[in-house]
């Protein structure tokens, strides 16, 4: 059974930092791309950050602010957030599959964690 949990959300002031972790357990891993998605209350899906075997993408409202990185070893990714906006507030979700050509379209991936919440205050 495939298993996505989230952790390390919570509230934060505008500038500060947080650092998001995914660990995966039931499947293998190190071949899987994992993405992050953000969504706020009354807003659509977004495209935060993902990362392949390969390579790393991210959403142009967090370049230069995020950075996506893994560790096989541990089944985990995470997704360490600096200089956070009150608009980067939302639940995060990690999503992983095998084969991702878009890694940004959330419809790509089968498996998707609970989410967690980060807060930003102003």
């Known amino acids: 059974q495939v298993q996505l949990v989230e952790s390390g959300g919570g509230l934060v002031q505008a500038g500060g930092s947080l650092r998001l972790s995914c660990v995966a357990s039931?499947?293998?891993?190190?071949?899987?791309?994992v993405g992050w998605f953000r969504q706020a209350p009354g807003k659509e899906r977004d495209f935060v950050a993902s990362i392949s075997s390969a390579s790393t993408r991210y959403g142009d409202s967090v370049k230069g602010r995020f950075t996506i990185s893994r560790d096989n070893t541990k089944n985990t990714v995470y997704l360490q957030m600096n200089r956070l906006k009150p608009e980067d507030t939302a639940v995060y979700y990690c999503?992983?599959?095998?084969?991702?050509?878009?890694?940004?379209?959330?419809?790509?991936?089968?498996?998707w964690g609970q989410g967690t919440q980060v807060t930003v205050s102003s």
């Open positions: 999503a992983a599959d095998r084969t991702v050509f878009y890694p940004e379209r959330g419809a790509q991936y089968d498996y």
């Open positions: 039931g499947l293998p891993f190190n071949s899987y791309t």
